[in-house]
């Protein structure tokens, strides 16, 4: 069995960190209190002298056959490397499963290498990290919202600029030049009846563009109460009209 000093095994048992030592034969000697309660043990004697591949490492996360002799866990006692994995899986005793990280490192005891082990319970730390996507997410999903609802109001602005230039270029001139031409008329139709009609005439024309000219404007214009309130409230707003 590996022998430790009681100077050793209380620097051990005082650690936050769980750690556990098995022997040349992969058999568990020694596991402080935070191993014992981060697997679910309450005593030493529950775990000491059992295999420690087969009692927290015997199967793979997606409950497939783990076979001992791949388990990188145990290999320090053969090769003398130090191995370390940032992610793994250990069961409890009640054979739920948690994720951690770990080092095993090879240790020297007088029946031959074994191996320390100290792994971190990172569930929490998954968790947290879950959580701090799932807000990621959610503001890159708001902020893209608020980025779609910016272009839509300035296509609305654009579209208002547009409108107004094509007002002003269009029906406006053509209402402007049929005012004049009515005043014109009416000042002349008692001394000029002739140029007063011809007058009449052209605004008659100018009248007709610019109903045109409006209706084609007007077509390409969509309703703001539609937008904001859908089609029931502008079919109502319409019938109003």
């Known amino acids: 069995s590996v022998q430790m000093t009681p100077f050793m095994q209380a620097i051990l048992d005082c650690v936050a960190q769980p750690v556990w030592v098995v022997d040349h034969e992969g058999l568990i000697r020694f596991a402080n209190p935070a191993a014992l309660a981060a697997l679910g ?5 529950e775990l000491e002298g059992k295999p420690s591949h087969e009692t927290i ?13 791949q388990c990188p866990l145990l290999r320090p006692r053969t090769t003398g490397e130090t191995v370390h994995a940032d992610l793994d899986w250990f069961f409890r005793r009640d054979g739920t499963t948690f994720p951690v990280s770990y080092w095993s490192a090879p240790i020297d005891t007088p029946s031959g290498r074994g191996a320390v082990l100290a792994f971190t319970d990172i569930e929490e730390q998954r968790r947290a990290e879950r959580a701090e996507r799932a807000r990621d997410i959610a503001q890159a999903r708001e902020n893209e919202a608020r980025a779609a609802q910016r272009r839509i109001v300035e296509a609305g602005y654009a579209a208002r600029r547009q409108v107004t230039r094509d007002l002003h270029d269009g029906a406006q001139q053509k209402l402007v030049g049929l005012v004049i031409n009515l005043r014109l008329a009416w000042e002349i139709v008692a001394s000029d009846p002739n140029r007063a009609r011809e007058l009449l005439e052209t605004a008659t ?3 007709r563009a610019a109903t045109k000219a409006l209706r084609e404007l007007a077509s390409g214009i969509h309703p703001t109460v539609l937008s904001t309130r859908g089609l029931h409230a502008a079919v109502e707003a319409l019938a109003e009209e």
Do not use: C, M, N, T
């Not at 490492?57 to 002799?69: Q, V």
């Open 41 to 45: 043990y309450d005593d030493i004697r």
């Open 57 to 69: 490492h015997y199967k793979h996360p997606d409950g497939s056959d783990f076979p001992a002799e």
């Open 205 to 207: 024309q100018q009248a």
